[in-house]
């Protein structure tokens, strides 16, 4: 096997154990050249000699932490833990993939977003802003992940979720549970929580405010401490359940 790249001498400033990589052979895919100094790596086992795969800029991938295939860590992206990078995937900006998560496909993490716990990212998601991803859910196909970049506020998906299809997610919207959020569902606002058994698909947007609308022309108005009100009557039956039916009507 030809290498890619060795392991320079170069210490990273304030982390003595990891040390900049640098190409020894081009890498057109990414415009890599052989002797481009790359990021930082705790040994050979953190970026695989095969494939394009590339760590780049002031990047670092340590502990058992693993980029295979033709993935790239770029910027000032952190991965670490147990945590893998592959397939087409793209880690940059400030964002950090840890612990036991898994970004692949064509997957993108980027800005300040963190995937960690048991995550899995993949398909051409994208996971940006301040998104978080942990426990064991899984966000792909199309989806996305993110929040406005004139916000501090996090979006957050946990627990079982599956976010997935062409659905978005985004400010400070949560989503646990074993929830399901998908199609062209688009999820956004302060407080808003879609938890347990809710399954929310074919909706043009769900807002802080509260307002639900489907393509079907059902408009609902939630009120997370009152009650649920559908086309201006309220259904004898909880939020979850009644969202639930929405879904299927």
């Known amino acids: 096997m030809t290498l890619k790249y060795e392991i320079t001498d170069i210490q990273h400033p304030d982390k003595p154990k990891l040390f900049r990589i640098r190409a020894v052979r081009d890498i057109p895919r990414f415009k890599v050249k052989a002797g ?18 590339w760590i780049g800029n002031d990047a670092q991938v340590l502990d058992n932490a693993q980029v295979l295939d ?13 945590a893998k990078v592959f397939g087409n995937a793209l880690v940059f900006g400030n964002a950090w993939v840890y612990e036991r998560a898994q970004v692949y496909d064509r997957a993108q993490i980027f800005d300040r977003a963190k995937v960690y716990t ?8 994208q996971i940006k802003g301040q998104g978080r991803i942990y426990g064991e859910a899984q966000v792909f196909g199309n989806a996305w992940v993110y929040n406005l970049a004139s916000v501090q506020w996090k979006a957050l998906i946990f627990g079982d979720a599956r976010i997935f299809g062409n659905a978005i997610v985004f400010n400070d919207a949560q989503v646990s549970g074993n929830a399901q959020v998908y199609e062209h569902a688009h999820l956004y606002g302060k407080g808003l929580i879609i938890d347990k058994n809710m ?9 802080s405010l509260s307002q639900i609308y489907y393509t079907d022309g059902i408009t609902a108005f939630f009120d997370i401490s009152k009650e649920l009100v559908v086309n201006g009557s309220s259904p004898d039956i909880d939020h979850h359940k009644t969202l639930a039916r929405l879904k299927l009507s």
């Open 36 to 53: 481009d100094l790359g990021g930082y790596v705790k040994n050979t086992g953190n970026l695989s000699q095969r494939g394009d795969c």
């Open 70 to 82: 033709n993935a790239q860590v770029l910027d000032n992206a952190r991965v670490l833990g147990e």
């Open 118 to 125: 048991n995550a899995k990212i993949y398909g051409n998601a």
């Open 199 to 207: 399954r929310i698909s074919e909706v043009c947007h769900i807002t």
